[in-house]
C-alpha cells in the first residue's frame, strides 16, 4: 500500500466526515436521554441546559441533532450500499454476459434513468403509509443505482476479453466464481468511489424529500428538523438555533464526501498520472495557457469530472443520477 | 441510414420510458391502504361537512377515479382523461380542477427557474473558462467556492440567504410571491413588490447554478487544453487565440446539452426553494398537496415533470444526433 499516497484533502475530508460520524453515532450513546422531552417552551435560545436551544415542541435541538445526524447517515449508508450493490450485479452480469443479457439489463437501466428520481420517489413515498428509516433507504437506493449500473458495465466489458479470464474458465470456475474474484478486483477502485457518491446524494435525497413532507415517520433527520423549522415558522421569527445547525451540518455532510470522493480519485484514476507527464511540455511553452491549473495542481482536472455529476443531483433537487446522456457520458469517459 | 436508425431508436427507447413512467403514476397512489378517496372524506367528514353534501364528493371521486371497475379500466380511463388534457379533480380545493390549479402555479415557476437557469449558464461558464485560462490564485479560489457551492444543497444556500437578508437584516420580505391583499397585475406598484419577493428565491438558485456551471466548464476547459490537438496547433505555432476559440468551441458543446437539460428539469428543479420562501409556484403547490393528501394534484405535478423532462432528453439526444456523427456511429457499438 506504500505505492498508494493520499493527498492533504483526503486525510482532511476523511477526518471532517469521521467526526460528523462520532457526532452522530457516539454523541446519542452518552447524551441521548433527552430525546422527544421537553426541556423549555417555545423556540428558547440557547443556554447552559440546552446547548442549541429548543424547538416547536420545546424539545432539545442538540439532542435533535445529533439523532438527526445518525439517522440521515444510516438512510445514507444503507442506501448507498444498496443501490451500489444492485448497481454492481446488474452492471457485472450485463457487461461479463453481453448477449441478450446485456441488452435486456442495459434497457432496464436506461429506462430507470431517463424517469427523474424525484417523481418515483415521491410516488412511492406518498403510497407508504409507515415510512421506517430502512424502508426510506431501500426506497432511495431503488431511485439511484441505475448510474452505477451504467460505469459498471462500461468497466466490466472491458476487462471481459482479458485473458486471464480463459483461464478461469478453462478450470472450471462458475460464471459467479468470475465475476466476484476475477472481475470484481479490477473495479474495486471504482465501486469505492461511486460508494461515496452514493451516500452523499442518498443524504441528500432523504433531506429533500423530508423537506417536502415526505420523511421518516417517528423519527429525526437533518431535513426532518428543517421540515419542522420551516412549518413552525422558525425563519421568519428569527430562531437561527433550529435551522442552521442542520443546514451546515447538511452542506459539511455533503461537501466532505464530495471532496472524499474527488481524492479518491487523484489516487485511483490512471488520467492523473498522464495529466502529471503533460504537465511539462506544456509548461515549457510559456504561453499564457500554460499558467492553467493543471500544471500547478495536475490532479484538479481529473476532480470535477464526478462532483459535476452531484452538482447535478443536488440542483434538480435529488434527481438521481440527472440527466442520463450526460451523467453516461461522463462515466464513459472515465473508463476509457 | 444510421441516423433513421438512430432517431428510431432513441423514440422507441423513449416512449418505453414513457409508459413505464405514466404507469407507475398511475399505480403507485393506488397502492395506498384502502383508497385515497375513503381516507379523503373520512377527514372532510371529521371537520364537519355535512352528511348529503359529502355523499355527492364521495361519489363524484368514485365516478372521476371509476373506483368502482377493474384496476386496468381504471387505467384506460385515466390515459382516455389525460389525452384530453383532465388531470381530474383536486381533494383539497374541492371543486377546482388540477389544470387551473397547475396552470396558477406554473408561471410562477417558470418565472423564477428560466431568467436564473439562463443567467446562472451565461455567468458560471464566463466564469469556468476564465477561470481555466487565468490559473493561478483566481483559478483556485473561483474553483474551490465553485466546488462548495455547487456540492451545496440548494435549499441550504435559500435558507440562509431568507435568514440573512429577510430576518437578520430585515432589508427584504421573508417570502410570498407578493405583498398579501395586493392583485396581481401589470401596475407599477405592483411590478416593484414582484421583484423585491423575487431577489432572494433568484438569487439562491443562481449562485448555486453558477457554481455548477463554473466547475463544469473549468474542467472541461482544462480537460481541452490537454489534448493532442491542441499540442499539434502549438506545433504548428498557431496564435493563441486561435487555439482559445478552438477550445472554447470543443468545451461548450456539453454545456449547451447542459443547459437544454437543465431547462427541461426547471418545474422540479427547485420544488423546495419555493417552499422555503413560500413562492406561490409548483414546489409550493406540492408542498401542500402532500400535506393534505390530495393525491391528483400530487399525481399531476409528477407527471408534468416526467413529461418535460424526457421530452427535453430526448430533444438533446434528437439533436446530437444531427450534429454529432461521432454519437450515431458510437451508438451502433455502445448503448
Known amino acids: 500500500m506504500r505505492m498508494v499516497r493520499f493527498t492533504p484533502r483526503f486525510w482532511i475530508s476523511l477526518a471532517v466526515f469521521l467526526a460528523v460520524v462520532a457526532f452522530g453515532v457516539i454523541g446519542p450513546m452518552f447524551a441521548g436521554d433527552k430525546l422527544g422531552e421537553n426541556v423549555g417552551g417555545l423556540y428558547d435560545p440557547p443556554s447552559a441546559e440546552a446547548w442549541l436551544g429548543t424547538d416547536d415542541l420545546g424539545h432539545d435541538i442538540f439532542t435533535n441533532l445529533m439523532f438527526g445526524t445518525r439517522t440521515s447517515l444510516i438512510i445514507g449508508m444503507i442506501a448507498g450500499a444498496v443501490a451500489t450493490l444492485i448497481g454492481v450485479v446488474i452492471g457485472l452480469l450485463a457487461g461479463y454476459h453481453g448477449g441478450v443479457l446485456e441488452e435486456i439489463l442495459m434497457g432496464i437501466t436506461n429506462v430507470a434513468l431517463a424517469i427523474p428520481a424525484i417523481v418515483v420517489l415521491i410516488l412511492i413515498s406518498v403510497a407508504l403509509d409507515f415510512r421506517s428509516i430502512v424502508a426510506m433507504a431501500v426506497v432511495i437506493a431503488i431511485t439511484s443505482w441505475p448510474w452505477t449500473a451504467r460505469a459498471v458495465r462500461a468497466q466490466a466489458s472491458s476487462v471481459r476479453t482479458r485473458e486471464h479470464l480463459d483461464v478461469a474458465r478453462l478450470s472450471g470456475a462458475s460464471t459467479w466464481q468470475i465475476l466476484v474474484w476475477d472481475v470484481l478486483p479490477y473495479l474495486l477502485s471504482y465501486i469505492a468511489m461511486a460508494f461515496v457518491l452514493q451516500v452523499a446524494s442518498a443524504i441528500l435525497a432523504e433531506a429533500g424529500l423530508s423537506l417536502l413532507g415526505l420523511g421518516p415517520s417517528n423519527s429525526v433527520s437533518l431535513g426532518i428538523m428543517l421540515n419542522w423549522s420551516l412549518v413552525g415558522e422558525s425563519l421568519r421569527t428569527g430562531a437561527w438555533w433550529s435551522f442552521i445547525p442542520p443546514t451546515l451540518l447538511l452542506t459539511l455532510v455533503a461537501f466532505t464526501l464530495l471532496m472524499l470522493q474527488s481524492s479518491l480519485d487523484e489516487v485511483f484514476n490512471p488520467r492523473l498520472r498522464r495529466g502529471q507527464r503533460l504537465a511539462r511540455p506544456t509548461a515549457g511553452s510559456g504561453a499564457a495557457l500554460a499558467q492553467v491549473g493543471v500544471v500547478t495542481e495536475p490532479a484538479m482536472a481529473d476532480v470535477e469530472e464526478v462532483p459535476t455529476d452531484g452538482a447535478d443531483t443536488v440542483a434538480t433537487g435529488g434527481l438521481g443520477a440527472g440527466p442520463a446522456s450526460r451523467s453516461g457520458s461522463g462515466h464513459g469517459r472515465e473508463t476509457r | 441510414m444510421r441516423l433513421r436508425n438512430y432517431l428510431l431508436g432513441k423514440t422507441l427507447w423513449y416512449i418505453g420510458a414513457l409508459v413505464v413512467a405514466v404507469l407507475l403514476n398511475f399505480i403507485l397512489p393506488r397502492l395506498v391502504p384502502g383508497n385515497p378517496v375513503d381516507t379523503i372524506v373520512s377527514q372532510a367528514g371529521r371537520s364537519g361537512t355535512q352528511a348529503e353534501s359529502l355523499r355527492q364528493i364521495y361519489q363524484h371521486y368514485v365516478r372521476e377515479f371509476e373506483l368502482d371497475k377493474p384496476l386496468w379500466e381504471q387505467f384506460l380511463a385515466y390515459i382516455a382523461n389525460l389525452l384530453q388534457g383532465d388531470l381530474g379533480t383536486s381533494f383539497a380545493l374541492y371543486p ?9 402555479a406554473l408561471p410562477w415557476t417558470i418565472g423564477l427557474q428560466l431568467p436564473a437557469i439562463l443567467i446562472g449558464w451565461l455567468v458560471g ?10 490559473g493561478g490564485w483566481f483559478d483556485r479560489g473561483a474553483f474551490l467556492s465553485s466546488l ?3 456540492s451545496m444543497p440548494y435549499y441550504c444556500l435559500a435558507i440562509i440567504l431568507l435568514y440573512t437578508f429577510a430576518v437578520a437584516l430585515p432589508m427584504l420580505p421573508p417570502g410570498g410571491g407578493y405583498e398579501p391583499g395586493t392583485t396581481p397585475g401589470f401596475t407599477l406598484a405592483f411590478t416593484v413588490d414582484f421583484f423585491r419577493h423575487y431577489w432572494l428565491p ?22 481541452e487544453l490537454n489534448s493532442d490537438y491542441v499540442n499539434y496547433g502549438r506545433g504548428l505555432g498557431l496564435p493563441d487565440q486561435r487555439i482559445v476559440r478552438y477550445i472554447f468551441r470543443n468545451a461548450m458543446l456539453p454545456q449547451v446539452t447542459g443547459l437544454a437539460l437543465a431547462i427541461g428539469t426547471l418545474v422540479a428543479g427547485a ?13 409550493y403547490l406540492l408542498f401542500s398537496a402532500i400535506s393534505q393528501n390530495d393525491y391528483p394534484v400530487i399525481q399531476a405535478i409528477t407527471l408534468i415533470v416526467v413529461v418535460t423532462v424526457l421530452l427535453s432528453n430526448y430533444l438533446v439526444e434528437v439533436a446530437y444526433g444531427f450534429i454529432d456523427p461521432r454519437i450515431r456511429a458510437a451508438q451502433v457499438g455502445e448503448r
Open chain 2, 148 to 150: 462548495f457551492l455547487s
Open chain 2, 202 to 223: 433568484f438569487f439562491s438558485l443562481v449562485i448555486i447554478f453558477i457554481g455548477g456551471q463554473a466547475v463544469g466548464m473549468r474542467s472541461m476547459a482544462i480537460y
Open chain 2, 125 to 134: 461558464n464566463a466564469l469556468g473558462a476564465i477561470a481555466a485560462f487565468k
Open chain 2, 271 to 283: 420544488l423546495i426553494t419555493e417552499i422555503v420562501f413560500s413562492y406561490p409556484g409548483i414546489g
Open chain 2, 96 to 104: 377546482a380542477k388540477v389544470e387551473s390549479v397547475i396552470a396558477e
